[in-house]
């Protein structure tokens, strides 16, 4: 029985990630964090025009190709298999600090508008990014990958017109 559940398991593929959960810490304003049930039809240039902090799950079990650099963590060697999420704040003006929690480790992050564009093909979704060349984190915004819990990313930023934007590549969450 247990070697049968074992072979299901290893037939079944990886299993997928999620985000489980986030919180603004610090802000101006009056955010929340919002969890999305899909992907959005775009983000950028005032999609949102809301505080909040906004997550979704974007792509689960792909596989890499090639290894991939990105700007926080990694690299992540060819033949990983990764899961994808995004985190907006297309704010309204004012800073923002607060944290994402996924289920399963960060391997890394794309905060700048090359190595979003690099991960753009891996997301699998229909999302349209508006305003290509100012997506990521501008000078004075950062995120962090928690020294104390690698499943959960830290950002500090502020948020205008377009907003804030970045990527997170999770690994395969723990099997229960």
Do not use: Y
């Not at 890499?64 to 003006?93: E, Q």
């Amino acid at each position: 029985m247990i070697r049968a559940l074992a072979l299901a398991l290893l037939g079944a593929g990886p299993a997928p990630a999620h985000v489980l959960d986030g919180q603004i810490t610090a802000q101006d304003g009056a955010g929340r964090f919002v969890l999305l049930d899909e992907p959005p039809l775009a983000v950028g240039q005032d999609i949102f025009d809301s505080p909040d902090l906004i997550a979704f799950d974007e792509a689960q079990g792909v596989a890499l190709s090639d290894p991939l650099r990105l700007d926080l963590g990694g690299p992540i060697p060819a033949g990983a298999i990764v899961s994808l999420h995004s985190l907006v704040f297309d704010g309204t003006g004012g800073r923002q600090r607060g944290w994402v929690l996924f289920d399963a480790p960060i391997l890394g992050v794309a905060t700048t508008p090359d190595s979003l564009a690099a991960t753009d093909g891996l997301a699998g979704v229909a999302t349209l990014f508006l305003g290509h060349e100012l997506r990521g984190l501008e000078q004075g915004d950062s995120a962090w990958i928690d020294a104390a819990d690698p499943r959960r990313l830290w950002v500090d930023w502020a948020g205008s017109s377009p907003g804030d934007h970045l990527r997170v590549l999770t690994g395969a969450p723990p099997l229960m």
